[in-house]
T-cell receptor, first 112, second 113 residues
Framework: EDQVTQSPEALRLQEGESSSLNCSYTVSGLRGLFWYRQDPGKGPEFLFTLYSAGEEKEKERLKATLTKKESFLHITAPKPEDSATYLCAVQAATGGYNKLIFGAGTRLAVHP | NAGVMQNPRHLVRRRGQEARLRCSPMKGHSHVYWYRQLPEEGLKFMVYLQKENIIDESGMPKERFSAEFPKEGPSILRIQQVVRGDSAAYFC???????????FGPGTRLTVL
């Protein structure tokens, strides 16, 4: 069964304290891995798509990487406005058409 | 360019009533997806539609739930005879083509009393 597991469930950082969020996946052929950010009461906001092992994408303080079994979202020198829930999702190459399979998310809190 | 639009943003229904949730995709997008987010749970896929066609409804309960995306107008997710367990946030997403990024709307928060 296709599955996505994110860790940790929650993370508290001081402003400027860099860290990484993990997304482990089991999927019958990976078509794509997606990272989203979700603020309370809002819809997920698209961040990155990764398609193959070794691929990396960057946007401001965020960098996403991909291996054959997991993805990391690295946050460098975070600011309080980076506080949000970060969601990882995969799209399988077979059977499921285009649906996204989401992990439960990592709740990030960055304190000044 | 307006993003994905959903209405209403909040909907309150009593048990046994019907709920209709509407979604207008981003301009130029012809693929629509519905997801449900239960309290303290992750997003779960429900249904994938293209204009006038249901492509994948594997995540949608077979009873009481239906979805459509007509040639003209928004996509509609319809829940008949709502029960308390239907209380959740319902998100719509759209994409240009089947395997492109999906962009989400702000969601409709359904509360069943």
């Amino acid at each position: 069964e296709d599955q996505v597991t994110q860790s940790p469930e929650a993370l508290r950082l001081q402003e400027g304290e860099s860290s990484s969020l993990n997304c482990s996946y089991t999927v019958s052929g990976l078509r794509g891995l997606f990272w989203y950010r979700q603020d309370p009461g809002k819809g997920p906001e698209f961040l990155f798509t990764l398609y193959s092992a070794g691929e990396e994408k960057e946007k401001e303080r965020l960098k996403a990487t991909l291996t054959k079994k997991e993805s990391f979202l690295h946050i460098t020198a975070p600011k309080p406005e980076d506080s949000a829930t970060y969601l990882c999702a995969v799209q399988a190459a077979t059977g499921g058409y285009n649906k996204l399979i989401f992990g439960a998310g990592t709740r990030l809190a960055v304190h000044p | 360019n307006a993003g994905v639009m959903q209405n209403p943003r909040h909907l309150v229904r009593r048990r046994g009533q019907e709920a209709r949730l509407r979604c207008s995709p981003m301009k130029g997008h012809s693929h629509v997806y519905w997801y449900r987010q239960l309290p303290e749970e992750g997003l779960k896929f429900m249904v994938y539609l293209q204009k006038e066609n249901i492509i994948d409804e594997s995540g949608m309960p077979k009873e009481r739930f239906s979805a459509e995306f007509p040639k003209e107008g928004p996509s509609i997710l319809r829940i008949q005879q709502v029960v308390r367990g239907d209380s959740a946030a319902y998100f719509c997403a759209s994409s240009l083509a089947g395997d492109n990024e999906q962009f989400f709307g702000p969601g409709t928060r359904l509360t069943v009393l």
